[in-house]
C-alpha cells in the first residue's frame, strides 16, 4: 500500500544554517547523565535493504510488517521533535533507505528545518544501488553530503560480499550524486581475507574522485550465519599496513560522528578509521538511534532502548511524547560493550545492524 503524501507542496530550499542554537526556546535541550548533549539522531526508515551484505544479514532475511513500521508522518513528528531538543544533524539510514516507498517525501518535508537554520545537516548512508535516480532530489531537499557503503572495487568480490550486487549501478549512482554537487564518502567494512589485500587501491581510487574513505570494523551484532572471528580485522594492523605505503598525518577534522581522520600526503585526501573493538570511541558520544520501528537505541552496543512509537499511538500531545524522550536519555551509557565472543562465538549484540539503522 503506498504510503500517502506529507504535504504536495515543493520542498523548500534550505538556507545557509543559523547560529548554534541547542533547542527550541521553552524546550531543554537533550543531555545525558554523563553532560553529553545530543545532537545527532541517526534514523532508520526501513530494515529492507535490495543487498545482503555478509557482514550485516543473513542471507534469507525475516523482515517486518508494515504495520510494525512508522509512517513517513510519524518519523516526521519524531524527527521535529529531537530537532526541538538541540539536534543539528540528521542521518536517515535502513536497510537501505532509498528502497522506503515515498522516502522522497519524507527528506522534503524534513528539509523544511534546513530551510529555518533548526537544522545543520541532513543526510544519508546508502549501498548507492539506488542513488542514480534519487540524487538531483536529494540535492534540491538541501542534502549536501552522503556516505556510499562499498567495500571493494573487484566485481565479483563485491557481489560475493552483498551476495548479489551490481558494482556498475553503485558507481553510476555515486557520479549521479557528484554531478548533483553532492559530497560523497567512502564506507568501507574491513574483512579480513576478503578485502585487507586492496584497502590502499581503494583509498586512492576514493581520493582521486574526490572522495574520503572511512574503515570500519566488524560489529559483532546480529547472527549472520557467519564466524564474526572469520571476519574480523584490526584496523590498527591496517594502519600500519598502510602506514607502509602511504605517510599518514594526525588531524582534528571531525564530522560528528565516531570517526578518527588522517591525511594522506601521497593522495592529499582523508582517511578514516572507526573501531568500535580495538578502540572504544564512547567518550564524546553525541549519537542515538532510532530504528523504523520507533525504538531508541541510546547506544549501538547496548540492548535498552525506548519504545516511541506506543507514545506517538497512544499520546497525541507533544509533553509526553518529550517527557518520553527525557526518560530514554537519562538511560544512555556511558559506553558500548562490543566484544567478539571467542568461546561461544556468538554476536555481542543479538539484532542485525540493519535494524538498528547504520
Known sequence: MAFEPLSTAAPPMPS??????PATPGLAPLVDPFGRAISYLRVSVTDRCDLRCVYCMSEHMTFLPKADILTLEELDRLCAAFIARGTRKLRITGGEPLVRRGIMTLFGTLSRHLASGALEELTLTTNGSQLDKHAAALADCGVRRINVSLDTLDPQTFRDITRWGDLDQVKAGIAAAQRAGIAVKINAVALKGVNE????????WAHGAGMDLTLIEVMPLGDIGENRLDQYLPLSMVRARLAERFTLTETDYRTGGPARYVRVA???GRLGFITPLTHNFCESCNRVRLTCTGTLFMCLGQEDAADLRAVLRTAPDEATLHAALDAAIARKPKGHDFV??????RPAVARHMSVTGG
Request: no cysteine; aromatic share 0%.
Open 16 to 21: 545557509p544554517a543559523a547560529p548554534d542554537t
Open 197 to 204: 589485500h586492496e584497502l590502499g587501491n581503494l583509498m586512492v
Open 266 to 268: 601521497e593522495t592529499g
Open 340 to 345: 567478539i565472543d571467542r568461546r561461544r562465538k
